[in-house]
């Protein structure tokens, strides 16, 4: 398992290109199982939530290429067996997102339940209740999702008790093919969901209400995308660049960057101090560190407000302001498990229930830490950077679930960052 060791308070320059969106390519992906064509796919971030959903495609009967240079992927959905195997989800909850295009393509699907994980339950009923009213039979036994469609798959109208990204993401699947109009209230807005849904309008499903909390879908036959599909800018990996300049207090030039989606987090910055320049319609930023900074209040909520993948990054910014933070974290019941990491480097964050309670300004101190999911290790790895000395952070791998190589980015704007395998 690797490790990475790195030495605080060395101030980075120049300009790093942010990758495709995690969040978007998932799906994307996902989606391939509703064609029978191949698909081809541009600026694939090099993540292992990739690798994961590519091996879980291939498990189905798909054969896939990727070039990891360029990014670029082709899928030829061949699907043989309608399964999604513990082996992978268990790896990566976005397997759940094999259910949608699978039910929806061919009348069944066997999908492992994800299970718990670090930040909370974070249960899948909402996605099964969905499949319900659409006119599937749904069981779960021994750990998995049973899923069949006896006659068709027909259009209804379905009321997400909650916002949920990938319940939302599943649903359009299903509505692309399903007979009838389908109807999602309480839908999410997440530019991921949005750009999903565009996906399917390019391939000839009339939706309607993206960007809202309503949203319509009229099934229809699909016709293959015309031309390769393009993942746009992953916005956690551009507000975890915004938090590492700001901890090492460095001008840094984002380029590729997705400013417009990450308003909420490019707002709690400012109100920091933190100089952020827009440049490019926001496909640019530039970052400028001020000489001290102001506590803030922050809660995370549902787009377009402050993202819960951007909490743990932010709580650590959050320790160089001058007097009380606070950040209250409204999606997952258990994601503050950093805080106790945070702690061993000398930060003084207090948390009660989904509060926490954030003095500064701080003076890190570099010591042995554990990731524990993947945004707290982004947190960790932002503070070993803000910390005196060096830091080892282990269980680097849920880091690489989600960062395209953030140590060799890193590496190049001068930081000092090694792996090591422990
Ligand atoms: C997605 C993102 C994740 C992000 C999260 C919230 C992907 C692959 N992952 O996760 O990075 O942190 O959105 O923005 O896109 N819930 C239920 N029942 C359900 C589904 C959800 O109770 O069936 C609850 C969850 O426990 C959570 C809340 O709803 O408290 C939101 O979760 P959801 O939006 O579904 O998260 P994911 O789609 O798993």
């Keep these: 398992m690797d490790a990475l060791q790195i030495t ?108 718990g994980c670090a930040i909370g339950a974070r249960p899948v009923n909402f996605h099964l209740e969905a499949l319900k009213r659409m006119g599937a039979k749904v069981e779960v036994e021994q750990g998995y999702i049973r899923a069949s469609v006896p006659s068709c798959l027909r259009g209804a109208q379905i009321v997400f008790p909650e916002v949920s990204v990938t319940g939302t993401e599943n649903v359009l699947y299903l509505g692309a093919l399903a007979e009838g109009e389908t109807v999602i209230e309480n839908a999410a807005m997440e530019p991921e969901v949005v750009a999903l849904g565009e996906l399917l309008q390019t391939c000839g ?20 995308p015309a031309k390769a599909i393009s993942i746009p800018a992953d916005r956690i990996e551009t507000g975890t660049w915004i938090s590492i300049a700001m901890a090492t207090q460095s001008e840094l030039t984002l380029e590729n960057a997705a400013g417009p989606e990450l308003a909420a987090v490019l707002k709690a910055f400012r109100k920091m101090g933190l100089g952020i320049t827009e440049k490019e319609d926001g496909r640019t930023l530039i970052i400028t560190p001020k000489s001290s900074y102001e506590a803030i209040s922050v809660e995370t909520e549902c787009f377009p407000g402050f993202p819960t993948d951007m909490q743990a990054q932010a709580l650590v910014n959050m320790c160089q302001a001058e007097g009380i933070s606070h950040m209250r974290e409204n999606i997952f019941e258990n994601r503050f498990m950093h805080v106790a990491e945070l702690r061993r480097l000398g930060a003084k964050i207090e948390v009660e229930g989904n509060l926490a309670r954030v003095e500064g300004p701080t003076h890190l101190k570099a010591a042995p830490i554990m990731a524990t999911d993947l945004r707290a290790s982004a947190s960790l790895v932002v503070a070993a ?18 960062y395209d190589h953030l140590d060799k980015k890193l590496q190049k704007l001068g930081a000092q960052v090694t792996r090591v395998a422990q």
Excluded at 386 to 402: F, Q
């Design 205 to 224: 499903v009339q939706i309607e209400g993206l960007k809202t909390s309503t949203i319509k879908i009229k099934g229809s036959k699909l016709k293959p």
């Design 8 to 115: 605080g308070q060395r101030p980075l320059s120049g300009r790093v290109s942010i990758s495709g969106s995690k969040n978007t390519a998932l799906p994307f992906l996902f989606a391939s199982l509703l064609f029978d064509q191949e698909l081809s796919f541009e600026n694939i971030p090099r993540l292992w939530d990739i690798e994961t959903t590519l091996k879980l495609l291939e498990d189905m009967g798909c054969s896939y290429s990727w070039d990891k240079e360029s990014g670029k992927v082709r899928i030829l959905p061949r699907v043989t067996q309608k399964i999604a195997s513990y082996d992978w989800v268990k790896k990566m909850r976005a397997g759940i997102l094999a259910l949608g295009p699978l039910v929806a393509k061919y009348g069944e699907a066997k999908v492992s339940l994800p299970g």
């Design 385 to 402: 950077l803000m910390a005196e000395g060096t830091s080892t952070i282990s269980r680097i791998y849920h880091l690489d679930r989600g």
